[in-house]
């Protein structure tokens, strides 16, 4: 079994950051990709912001130039630093990771249980 333990959620003024992070536990034989999403009331689920194994990344149009996602490996973390942020970014934002997992080195999906970002004057 994998758990996702984020953390660094809160309430930012606009323009402000915040850093999000993702640790990852438990019979993980490797990561091949982790990521960030969110999800906004009455919106369905978007992608924020992707990191491959490889270290390609992927952002959403909205964010990028504002957020950049990061990894340390060792750790089986994944971090979101997020700047210059807008109203329009608060949401609940979820971890999610695809890793091979024991037994049997089989690929899974994983998502954490979201942590809220508010973005309010």
């Known amino acids: 079994q994998v758990q996702l333990v984020e953390s660094g959620g809160g309430l930012v003024q606009p323009g402000g950051s915040l850093r999000l992070s993702c640790e990852a536990s438990g019979s993980i034989k490797s990561i091949n990709d982790m990521g960030w999403y969110r999800q906004a009331p009455g919106e369905q689920r978007e992608l924020v912001a992707r990191?491959?194994?490889?270290?390609?990344?992927n952002y959403a149009d909205s964010v990028k130039g504002r957020c950049t996602i990061s990894s340390d490996t060792a750790k089986n973390t994944v971090y979101l630093q997020m700047n210059s942020l807008k109203p329009e970014d608060t949401a609940v934002y979820y971890c999610?990771?695809?890793?091979?997992?024991?037994?049997?080195?089989?690929?899974?999906?994983?998502w954490g249980q979201g942590t809220q970002v508010t973005v309010s004057s």
């Open positions: 999610n990771v695809n890793a091979r997992v024991a037994p049997g080195n089989i690929r899974k999906n994983y």
């Open positions: 990191l491959s194994s490889g270290g390609s990344t």
